[in-house]
């Protein structure tokens, strides 16, 4: 089946910085969202983004579909310690139906040191 | 409008026993979605149903049956849990068409000795 490659696995940033995280596929996607989830809980979605080129922002959270349709980034401006969670990656295949569901990265575990 | 939510929040099974975990969601959502969750291996679809009394198999279904009796509702059961059903699951259900943006329950902790 499709594959998201997310990277990276984990960051250990200071308070206060800025963070960029990815995910790449061999194939193309038509949607492409980001997740956050925080211990114990269900992942929670951050944005929704549907067209290639398209940029997207919710608060200090930005995030980019990419003009090949197989990647999108996440940048997460000036962090904070409420910021502290897994961050996924979920997509909607161009082959896909979307009946049987999205295409979820691994995760990218973001942590911050005071 | 509570959303998706899943009872119980932990279970501790002996090799062998059976359960049923329960999803239901109150916004009318025609997909409805079982996850699992292990470390390193990120979110894997066990089945899905995308409407009342339809089912499907996902990527990880063997060891699991599911049911969808009612829109709001979708069972998940483990007939003789074995420990390497020992995951936290998650529930997600999605209104399709457009974005197909899924909503997740809080998960359950089964722990399978």
């Known amino acids: 089946g499709q594959q998201l490659n997310q990277s990276p696995q984990s960051m250990f940033i200071q308070e206060g910085e800025d963070v960029s995280m990815n995910c790449t596929s061999s194939?193309?996607?038509?949607?492409w969202l980001w997740y956050k989830q925080e211990p114990g809980e269900g992942p929670v979605l951050l944005i929704a983004?549907?067209?290639?080129?398209e940029l997207t922002s919710n608060g200090r959270l930005t995030a980019q579909f990419g003009i090949t349709r197989k990647d999108s980034f996440l940048n997460i401006s000036a962090s904070i310690p409420s910021d502290v969670g897994i961050y996924f990656c979920?997509?909607?295949?161009?082959?896909?139906?979307?009946?049987?569901?999205?295409?979820f990265g691994k995760g990218t575990h973001l942590i911050i040191q005071p | 409008n509570a959303g998706v939510t899943q009872t119980p929040k932990f279970r501790v099974l002996k090799t062998g026993q059976s359960m049923t975990l329960l999803c239901a969601q109150d916004m009318n959502h025609e997909y409805m979605y079982w996850y699992r969750q292990d470390p390193g291996m990120g979110l894997r679809l066990i089945h899905y149903s995308v409407g009342e009394g339809t089912t499907a198999k996902g990527e990880v279904p063997d060891g699991y049956n599911v049911s969808r009796l009612k829109k709001q509702n979708f069972l998940l059961g483990l007939e003789s849990a074995a420990p390497s059903q020992t995951s936290v699951y998650f529930c997600?259900?999605?209104?399709?068409?457009?974005?197909?943006?899924?909503?997740f329950g809080p998960g359950t902790r089964l722990t399978v000795t």
């Open positions: 194939s193309i996607f038509n949607t």
């Open positions: 979920a997509g909607l295949p161009d082959s896909g139906g979307g009946a049987d569901g999205l295409t």
């Open positions: 983004l549907y067209k290639a080129g």
């Open positions: 997600a259900s999605t209104l399709p068409g457009f974005s197909y943006e899924q909503y």
